[in-house]
């Protein structure tokens, strides 16, 4: 069974650093794309990018290229969403989930930013 | 970036029948759009419930079926229940790139 299994919620301060993680098993993790979606409160889904785990090829919604680093770990089957400095404005709910016939989806990270 | 466009909300009777579509700014949509429906209720991560235009996945009722029509992609209802009173999502393929639609609210009442 293919399953997605994400860190738990996170509270953070504006210009703080986060990763977070998706957990994958079930499957091949390097054979299959994982994305990253975020919800802000209230509001709908918005695609943010995805990587290919095996070459670690990865793609970016031009909303979020340069704001966010999708990255993945092979021997982790893991994987990654990662922030360098926070904004309030990333306060949100995080979710991966497999793009394909699997339609797998992750329960998601609650992302909090706040001074 | 393309622009997927979803009537903000439908409302559909109990055992009834309604169709919710997904457009493109780039032109009609296609196959090669591949496009997904996921249904969100409320405090619950979404589900997908059609993949690559028509395929249905093994956990969505049968009442639910998708389709192209008129040049977007429709995500059908068949027999409307009160569970599936929901925010639906389409989510369209652009040559590596991936686009959601805004979403329908749909009240079954």
């Known amino acids: 069974e293919v399953q997605l299994e994400q860190s738990g919620a996170e509270v953070k301060k504006p210009g703080e650093s986060l990763k977070i993680s998706c957990k994958t098993s079930?499957?091949?993790?390097?054979?299959?794309?994982i994305g990253w979606v975020r919800q802000v409160p209230g509001k709908g889904l918005e695609w943010m990018g995805l990587?290919?785990?095996?070459?670690?090829?990865?793609r970016y919604s031009p909303s979020f290229r340069g704001q966010v680093i999708v990255s993945a770990d092979k021997s982790l089957t893991t994987a990654y969403l990662q922030w360098t400095s926070l904004k309030a404005s990333d306060t949100a709910i995080y979710y991966c989930?497999?793009?394909?016939?699997?339609?797998?989806w992750g329960q998601g990270t609650r992302v909090s930013v706040s001074a | 970036q393309a622009v997927v466009t979803q009537e903000p909300s439908l409302t559909v009777s109990p055992g009834g029948t309604v169709t919710l579509t997904c457009g493109s700014s780039t032109g009609p949509v296609t196959v090669s759009h591949y496009a997904y429906w996921f249904q969100q209720k409320p405090g619950q991560a979404p589900r997908t419930l059609i993949f690559?235009?028509?395929n249905i996945h093994s956990w969505a009722p049968a009442r639910f079926s998708g389709s192209l029509l008129g040049g977007k992609a429709a995500l059908t209802l068949s027999g409307a229940q009160p569970e599936d009173e929901a925010d639906y999502y389409c989510l369209l393929y652009y040559s590596g790139a991936r686009v959601f639609g805004g979403g329908t609210r749909l009240t079954v009442v």
């Open positions: 990587i290919y785990p095996d070459d670690s090829d990865t």
């Open positions: 989930m497999r793009p394909d016939s699997s339609g797998v």
């Open positions: 690559d235009t028509t």
């Open positions: 079930g499957y091949s993790f390097s054979d299959y794309w």
